[in-house]
């Protein structure tokens, strides 16, 4: 995945063009929060999972979205981090101003591409996939990055509050997962040869709970289940 800017995360994947013969570019148009995350990995469903929505330059291939998530967790992160990168996270989640809770937050500026422009996209799942509410039509181009960045719990609590405000408290905003898929689920990893010129190795695996990734089921709301 090659970050192209750090406007709402435009980026490029000659992936999608070999694989599912979509568009080469993708322009984010929006992001929003699950809690839990909406994927779970070996069955463990993360604290929070930020998902940025994307067109394409042009529909080819029924790819008519995309959409990268990233997972967040107050304890069970695995990225390794410097304190400036850190702080880069802090800036993020301060930005969203999620402690006012008697109205929608009002943000002047969030300094998302900055975050972006940070985390690991060389390193995720990737599948062709459903949005999570019907029509359910497999339109959409996913990439889950693999790495779990840290959250502080300041600003995960305020997300719960936040969930208050729609009732959502006791039941999150994600759906439950599939529990077995016949997605086609592949590993993109990136490693660095001599050269530091990075290769990519994809490996392509028929069934999801091989791969630890379990994908959310296309439900309505009203489905929800605490």
């Known amino acids: 995945m090659n970050k192209a800017s750090q406007d709402l995360q435009t980026f490029d994947s000659t992936f999608v063009v070999d694989e599912f013969k979509g568009s080469d570019r ?14 779970t990995v070996d069955g463990k469903r993360h604290d929070l ?32 981090l410097t304190p400036e990168q850190e702080k880069v996270i802090d800036r993020f989640f301060e930005s969203l101003n999620w402690n006012v809770t008697t109205s929608n937050p009002a943000v002047a500026e969030v300094p998302y591409g900055e975050l972006m422009m940070m985390v690991d996209t ?23 990055l693999r790495t779990v960045y840290p959250i502080k719990e300041k600003y995960f ?10 009732k959502l408290e006791k039941t999150g905003n994600y759906r439950n997962t599939v529990p077995i898929d016949l997605h086609d689920v592949h590993i ?10 990075p290769w990519v190795i994809i490996l392509l695996v028929g069934f999801i709970l091989s791969l630890g990734l379990s994908i959310p089921l296309c439900v309505s709301n009203k489905s929800m289940q605490a």
């Open 49 to 80: 999972e930020m998902h940025t929505v994307h067109l394409p330059k042009e529909v080819k291939g029924n790819i008519k979205y995309a959409a990268v998530g990233v997972f967040f967790s107050v304890n069970d992160h695995n990225a390794v």
């Open 188 to 197: 993109i990893t990136t490693e660095m040869e001599s050269s530091s010129n």
């Open 26 to 39: 993708f322009t984010g148009v929006q992001f929003h929060f699950h809690t839990g995350s909406e994927h």
């Open 122 to 144: 060389d390193n995720r799942w990737v599948y062709k996939g459903s949005v999570t509410t019907p029509p359910c039509d497999t339109i959409v181009y996913w990439n889950v």
């Open 157 to 166: 609590n305020q997300f719960k509050e936040q969930m208050k405000r729609g």
